[in-house]
């Protein structure tokens, strides 16, 4: 059973979320492989956002209503999506680097990022050329990143690892001022604040492994006089 020697490495316990949902102690404890020395594992200092904030986004219409939004856009993406269950045969030839890439990484969560652990964990699969090119120019610059595994022209990532960098899969608007907004990472925030980029990842799975999935995002700003128009 070659599968099981992956399920450590990418089944730490020590994932960290704000989301309470996504890691059910009992999930752990079904797993053994979680309580190996991967599970004590740091996670990278170098991470764009801070580990565990920006798996999914904290925001839904009521939270965003003191807010004016601006420069919303989304893009859609198609890809290939596996379970780690599938990883022998249908991944073989991936499998030996993606081991050694995830080897002591915090696996960043499927969609909505909830880790389901073990063999539900999955793993997007796309061709280099189909990712935008901001987020190509992220991957090279990143050389010690560990949420993109690039394999020459393909490239596997959890559904969860949009998140940390969501703005750059996101093309700016038409709007002169809205063309590089999503540019940077520096005002991404996974709940609204004034001036800053917020953003979502929404997905459906379609036919046999195919998924298509969209990420928006947009600016939001606090509205002027929004605090007196209580009085
Ligand atoms: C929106 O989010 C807030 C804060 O997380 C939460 O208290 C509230 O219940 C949510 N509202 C809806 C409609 O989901």
Same mark, same amino acid.
């Given at each position: ?42 996670? #990278? ?22 807010? $004016? ?6 893009? $859609? ?14 991944? /073989?030839?991936?499998? #030996? ?61 959890? #559904? ?6 969501? #703005? ?36 459906? /799975? ?9 990420? /928006? ?9 929004? /605090?007196?128009?209580?009085?």
């Amino acid at each position: 059973m070659k599968l099981l020697a992956l399920i450590p490495l990418l089944a730490t316990a020590a994932f960290a979320s704000t989301d309470s949902s996504a890691s059910p102690p009992s999930a752990s404890a079904a797993n053994p492989a979680s309580s190996g020395p991967a599970a004590a594992s740091a996670p #990278p200092t170098e991470d764009p956002t801070p580990v565990g904030a920006l798996w999914t986004a904290s925001w839904n219409s009521t939270t965003l209503a003191p807010y $004016t939004q601006s420069c919303a856009s989304r893009s $859609t993406y198609k890809g290939t999506i596996y379970k780690l269950a599938q990883l022998y045969p249908d991944l /073989e030839t991936f499998a #030996p680097q993606l081991k050694v890439f995830y080897n002591k990484q915090l696996y960043p969560g499927s969609w909505d990022g909830i880790d389901k652990h073990g063999n539900d964990r999955e793993l997007i699969k796309m061709d280099m050329t189909d990712l935008p090119w901001k987020v190509r120019e992220w991957i090279k610059k990143e050389s010690t990143q560990r949420h993109y595994s690039v394999h020459d022209d393909i490239v596997f990532f959890a #559904p969860g690892a949009i998140y940390p960098i969501l #703005p750059l899969w996101v093309e700016g608007g038409d709007e002169v001022e809205c063309s590089d907004v999503f540019d940077g990472l520096d005002a991404y925030s996974n709940e609204p604040a004034d001036g800053k980029t917020i953003g979502k990842v929404s997905h459906k /799975e379609s036919g046999e492994g195919e998924v298509e999935f969209t990420v /928006e995002a947009l600016q939001v700003k606090l509205q002027a006089g929004g /605090e007196r128009s209580e009085l």
